[in-house]
């Protein structure tokens, strides 16, 4: 039997999401906390009361703190139904929502979406879970609707962190096209420009990232691809023009300071990757 399917909040994320219910043929209620947004044409709008009394609740609320808002008042009537948050949350937050969920009888997963909103039920959306197996599997059909669904155990807080990993590279990553872009328009390049060239770039060389993975999981720095030595003097020169260009120093100053710690700890001779170990990353498991 097709479950009935809620989705709670409808901004721009919680809009895709349930007209991607809808192209996909479910029927699918929403709720808002503010009345009048608009939502997708043939989705049922409902009170909170009856809008949690579907098998499967999808929540896509603005952060933790809104979830126990919408959710605390009414925790008795999700007892014995599946909560699939899709609300940004730290993984110790979802772990949180994962023990209030259980001392309720509610069966909870968490969830990560690795997509805008555009993209969702299109070929690159992907989305991260953890928590309940059984929740996971029962209504895996309609979370494969939003993109690729993939499950990563148990541990509530385990997709989140995931999710979160991805996106401290996707920041960082932008912040070094920002810092670029900073310097070139010192010879007057406008940014847009500069993009399609740091877009070909940053594409070419992500191609190495098993590698360097590799390197890191061996712990064996000693074989260089690239001395830390060398990483070093590139470095320096870098600082150097964006120094030249006026451009702040915070994000070129920082990567070079974690060539700095390890050449200072003596591995100057060691691969480049050693950076890594300067993040001060836990022990591997
Ligand atoms: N949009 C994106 O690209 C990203 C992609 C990755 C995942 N995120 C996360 O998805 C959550 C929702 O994001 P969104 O884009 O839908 O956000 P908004 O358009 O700002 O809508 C927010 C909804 O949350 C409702 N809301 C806010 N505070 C409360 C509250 N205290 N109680 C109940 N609902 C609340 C808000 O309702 P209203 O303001 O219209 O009443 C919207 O429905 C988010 O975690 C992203 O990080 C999206």
Known sequence: MTPSVTVLGQ????????AALLAAGHRA??????????????????????????????????????????????????????????TSTEP?????????AAGHGIEYLDGGIMATPEMIGGPGSSL??????????????????????????????HASLVDFAL????????AGFYHGAAMVRAAGIPAAEFAPRAAAWISAVTGSLPEIGAKIDSGDYAEPFQPL????????????????????????GAVRNLADRQIAAGFGGHSSERMFESLNPPAAR
């Open 11 to 18: 901004g721009a994320m919680g809009r895709a999401l349930a």
């Open 29 to 86: 209620a929403v709720w808002n906390r503010t009345p009048g947004r608009p939502v997708p044409a043939g989705t049922l709008e409902l009170p909170l009361s009856e809008a949690l009394t579907s098998d499967l609740v999808i929540v896509c609320l603005f952060d933790h703190a809104s979830i126990h808002e919408t959710l605390d008042p009414h925790a008795g009537k999700l007892a014995g139904r599946a909560v699939v948050n899709l």
């Open 92 to 100: 110790a937050s979802a772990r949180e929502l994962a023990g209030w």
């Open 128 to 157: 991260l879970y953890s928590g309940s197996a059984a929740v996971f599997e029962r209504y895996r059909p309609v979370l494969e609707v939003f993109g690729a669904a993939e499950y990563f155990g148990a541990d509530a807080g």
């Open 167 to 174: 996106l401290a590279g996707m920041y960082t990553m932008f």
């Open 229 to 252: 030595t060398f990483t070093k003097a590139a470095l320096d020169a870098i600082v150097g023009a964006s120094r030249e260009a006026g451009v702040d120093l915070d994000i070129i």
